[in-house]
């Protein structure tokens, strides 16, 4: 069984920004699979649903960003799921925007969520990093993720959650191929090569927290 994590800010307040996408793309999981009704569960927003033939439980905290890793470790230790089970979608600023990328540990680059994961779980867990490009300036950093998408930017953010969606029974089977399938989807939708991430970006300890 895999508990599947998506990261963001629980409210309306919160559900176009920048740093919520990793909400949106359990959302388009949950409706390319069916998912049962949501329900509060674990200090989120729970649902379980057959993905290639595997049950899986989604959860979106609702304990905010910076409080992740309490609703994680309840679900985690419910269901009796390792960590390793574990996988977690989330904003990344180190990537292009429409550019994904997968992770197992390592640093969480002034991440709140990310860390607060590894403080009550483990830090050995995979991530599922879905780049939201950078503001260029580390003093922008916090009202960039917490400022929804611009409306230009919603072609490419529903087609990588689409492609998520998609493609989430190799994430879980094939995890080797699950990336290479999600980025010939983009391709194919128009979204290719992007701009790279500004210098400023690549100075992950150096990045103020977010969210």
Not at 94 to 101: E, F, H, T
């Given at each position: 069984?895999?508990?599947?994590?998506?990261?963001?800010?629980?409210?309306?307040?919160?559900?176009?920004?920048?740093?919520?996408?990793?909400?949106?793309?359990?959302?388009?999981?949950?409706?390319?699979?069916?998912?049962?009704?949501?329900?509060?569960?674990?200090?989120?927003?729970?649902?379980?649903?057959?993905?290639?033939?595997?049950?899986?439980?989604?959860?979106?905290?609702?304990?905010?960003?910076?409080?992740?890793?309490?609703?994680?470790?309840?679900a985690m230790r419910f269901f009796k799921i390792p960590l390793a089970?574990?996988?977690?979608?989330?904003?990344?600023?180190?990537?292009?925007?429409?550019?994904?990328?997968?992770?197992?540990?390592?640093?969480?680059?002034?991440?709140?969520?990310?860390?607060?994961?590894?403080?009550?779980?483990?830090?050995?867990?995979?991530?599922?990093?879905?780049?939201?490009?950078?503001?260029?300036?580390?003093?922008?950093?916090?009202?960039?993720?917490?400022?929804?998408?611009?409306?230009?930017?919603?072609?490419?953010?529903?087609?990588?959650?689409?492609?998520?969606?998609?493609?989430?029974?190799?994430?879980?089977?094939?995890?080797?191929?699950?990336?290479?399938?999600?980025?010939?989807?983009?391709?194919?939708?128009?979204?290719?090569a992007a701009e790279p991430v500004p210098k400023a970006a690549k100075?992950?300890?150096?990045?103020?927290?977010?969210?």
């Amino acid at each position: 069984m895999h508990l599947l994590v998506g990261l963001g800010n629980p409210g309306q307040r919160y559900a176009g920004n920048r740093h919520n996408i990793g909400f949106m793309a359990l959302d388009a999981i949950h409706r390319q699979w069916r998912g049962t009704p949501w329900r509060a569960r674990f200090q989120g927003q729970t649902a379980e649903a057959v993905i290639g033939g595997a049950k899986t439980i989604l959860l979106k905290p609702e304990t905010y960003m910076n409080e992740s890793g309490r609703a994680v470790g309840e679900a985690m230790r419910f269901f009796k799921i390792p960590l390793a089970g574990v996988i977690v979608f989330h904003d990344e600023l180190d990537l292009p925007p429409a550019k994904l990328r997968l992770k197992t540990g390592g640093g969480n680059a002034g991440h709140n969520g990310l860390r607060s994961i590894s403080q009550h779980c483990g830090n050995d867990y995979p991530r599922v990093r879905l780049g939201i490009g950078h503001p260029g300036d580390k003093a922008q950093v916090q009202a960039y993720v917490l400022n929804d998408f611009a409306r230009s930017e919603a072609p490419w953010v529903e087609d990588l959650c689409a492609a998520i969606a998609a493609h989430a029974d190799l994430l879980l089977a094939e995890p080797g191929h699950f990336q290479s399938k999600v980025h010939l989807l983009m391709e194919a939708r128009g979204h290719g090569a992007a701009e790279p991430v500004p210098k400023a970006a690549k100075k992950a300890g150096q990045e103020p927290d977010r969210g």
